[in-house]
């Protein structure tokens, strides 16, 4: 009986521990997630829209567009658990940048914060010499007619990233496909599943995985700027 009411004790503790934040989207942004909450219902998956923050952000580095920030938190045990997901847009870019670019970035942002996929670089090339990026988790962002051409398969790859990606394209082509070959990064998730699907895979060693989430610890983050908070007032 007392290891019943241990129990009980024990799971009331952690749960009253956690506390999670708010979600709070930006309607100006909200409407550009459209492409992908009507994929995501099409392939079956939970969108966890209603789990993540959307929101304007002063950005730093002039080449990001955007950014998928996941907030951690410690409970009352002192366990770290996610607190929050955030999707940052740099309002710089947002203000210059076209319908088509905006859905884009959101889709791909949506990609990090609600399907957990990392970028992924490569290109499948056409014998006649065009090329196309591999998946719309590229860590560069695609030429709006390049996006739009082949949204059908980009959004295909982005649920289903052991899609052959080969016969895919060569279908929405009607081409053969030997007229094509996949370039991928030697570090790429799914090259052992391209490799089984044909022979034209190839590694490129110019492609390297770069960091893509970014993690952020609500205490840590909120100790930081207690410290510059009080250096600025010693400083006065």
Request: glycine letters at 4%; a negative charge.
């Amino acid at each position: 009986m007392k290891n019943i009411i241990f129990l009980i004790f024990t799971l009331f503790l952690i749960g009253c521990g956690k506390q999670y934040a708010p979600v709070v989207h930006d309607k100006n942004i909200l409407p550009y997630t459209q492409e992908f909450t009507d994929a995501s219902q099409s392939y079956g998956v939970n969108s966890r829209l209603s789990r993540i923050s959307l929101k304007f952000s002063n950005i730093p580095e002039a080449d990001v567009l955007g950014q998928c920030i996941i907030y951690t938190k410690k409970d009352a045990l002192g366990v770290e658990y996610e607190y929050g997901r955030t999707i940052e847009i740099s309002t710089k870019w947002w203000n210059v940048s076209t319908e088509s670019e905006r859905s884009q970035l959101l889709t791909h942002e949506l990609g990090h914060c609600s399907l957990n996929r990392d970028h992924r670089a490569g290109y499948i090339e056409s014998r006649y010499g065009g090329t196309i990026r591999l998946s719309l988790m590229n860590p560069y962002r695609l030429q709006d007619e390049e996006y739009t051409e082949y949204l059908k398969y980009y959004l295909e790859e982005l649920f289903r990233p052991k899609v052959n990606s080969i016969e895919f394209i060569a279908s929405m082509t009607d081409s053969p496909t030997s007229d094509y070959a996949v370039y991928a990064s030697k570090s790429d998730t799914f090259l052992t599943s391209m490799i089984e699907h044909n022979h034209n895979v190839h590694i490129d060693h110019r492609l390297e995985k770069d960091p893509c989430v970014k993690v952020v610890n609500v205490d840590e983050e909120k100790t930081e700027t207690e410290e510059m908070e009080e250096q600025e007032q010693s400083e006065e």
